[in-house]
């Protein structure tokens, strides 16, 4: 088993930025791709982004290309996703998510979740 624990959400104002963490313990971190999926209130959970076990690949959902930054530090088991240039439409819970070896943008595929942390960008 793989627990994931997020931090970093809360509330800011359009434009702004905020930093996501995603602390990973229980099987060694570094089989493990890693990625960041958004659910909105009434709306499927949605690929934002994801990192290869070694951090050297990278991938984004078109809406956050440019924005956000995905990135991971092996040593301290932890993934970030730095997030910039907020918009309204960035409003969701987001969900850290580990996936044995390959990575995924598929919702349905992913191995092990994180409880979800609140990102609310008011105008």
């Known amino acids: 088993q793989v627990q994931l624990v997020e931090s970093g959400g809360g509330l800011v104002q359009a434009g702004g930025s905020l930093r996501l963490s995603c602390a990973a313990s229980?099987?060694?971190?570094?089989?493990?791709?890693m990625g960041w999926f958004r659910q909105a209130p009434g709306k499927e959970r949605e690929f934002v982004a994801a990192i290869n076990w070694s951090g050297g690949n990278t991938y984004y959902a078109d809406s956050v290309q440019g924005r956000f930054t995905i990135s991971r530090d092996n040593a301290k088991n932890t993934v970030y996703l730095e997030m910039n240039s907020l918009k309204r439409e960035d409003t969701a819970v987001y969900y850290c998510a580990a996936n044995f070896r390959a990575i995924t943008t598929k919702a349905n595929q992913i191995d092990y979740w994180g409880q979800g942390t609140q990102v609310t960008v008011s105008s």
């Open positions: 229980g099987r060694p971190f570094s089989n493990y791709a």
